[in-house]
């Protein structure tokens, strides 16, 4: 069976998005990913649309899911591309990888790098007046999160002895499963169909505590949006510290519909944001994962 190129896993993800997410709201007309209340979104909303139903040859759907799915969804389509685009890479990023949109309990507690949180989780159950103290919410559960499970020793001298078991040498390594048997997260991504203030700050919150609360090395911390406004996208795109950059799932399709409305509010922003290195297409995702 022949293998997908990135460029039609890209427009797979955008057919799914289209069959399942994208689409006109009854009451107003404007597409579902679009503020009925802004010319601009729904210019641009529309534009894009266009462009992705042209390339695809597959219509934007009749029936929108829920608003309270609509995330959930996105996040799933997000996390199918991912996975089989970023496993083709292989070659470049070696090693297996878990790809999650698990929402559980344990949230990034059942990482190597955050299992002492849910430690601190417990006392503060026991003990709430202490949350006033440390802060909030420590098992933040990402959206899309991917991990990789230790390697074996074996595996590790697979070409040669390496690793001498019987001296003394790497004993806190993480990485060695004879060492640890967590998963060590690789990355953590937040994805965000629309974006509006109150979700904009939840997002930097999210990025700044799995910096500042880890035990180990940094994961990927990245956002995914589908928000057609550029000013919009600013408001996580922005500025440096905590995401490392955020990633639109129609970027070119994006740049030429802002192009075409002549809107130069929104074109600078966007022009700010890609030449900033703050904003990039989802189908660079995958390159910059295996980093």
């Known amino acids: 069976m022949k293998k997908s190129k990135l460029y039609d896993l890209r427009v797979r993800y955008h057919k799914k998005i289209l069959q399942e997410l994208l689409g006109r709201r009854s009451e107003s007309g404007a597409f579902s990913n679009a503020d009925s209340g802004s010319k601009a979104s729904k210019e ?24 309270q799915t609509l995330g959930n969804i996105f996040a799933r389509f997000t996390a199918d591309f991912l996975d089989e685009a970023f496993r083709r890479l292989h070659h470049i ?26 430690d601190l989780e417990q006392v503060l159950t026991k003990h709430p007046e202490l949350r006033s103290t440390l802060g909030g ?6 959206d899309i999160t991917i991990a990789r499970t230790p390697v074996s020793d074996q595996e590790i001298n697979r070409d040669g ?48 505590n799995l910096i500042r609360n880890r035990k180990g090395k940094v994961p990927v911390v990245v956002a995914v949006t589908f928000e057609p406004l550029p000013t919009r996208i600013a408001s996580i795109a922005l500025g440096t510290g905590d995401l490392d950059c955020t990633y639109h799932s129609a970027l070119y399709e994006l740049q030429e519909s802002v192009d075409e409305i002549k809107n130069e509010d929104q074109a600078e922003m966007l022009g700010t944001l890609v030449a900033g290195r703050r904003l990039r297409d989802i189908s660079d995702l995958p390159f910059d994962l295996a980093i």
């Open 161 to 208: 002895i390496f690793l001498d078991v019987s001296r003394s040498v790497a004993k806190l390594a993480p990485l060695r499963e004879s060492v640890n048997r967590t998963s060590i997260l690789h990355a953590s991504i937040s994805c965000k169909w629309t974006i509006r203030s109150d979700r904009a700050q939840n997002t930097r919150t999210e990025a700044l």
């Open 137 to 142: 919410d420590y098992l933040i559960t990402p």
């Open 44 to 67: 641009i909303a529309a534009r894009v649309a266009k462009k992705m139903e042209s390339a695809t040859g597959v219509k934007a759907c009749m029936f929108l899911p829920k608003e």
């Open 93 to 118: 990023r070696p090693g297996e990888w878990i790809f999650s949109t698990s929402q559980d309990s344990k949230g990034i507690s059942k990482h190597h790098q955050y299992e002492h949180l849910a």
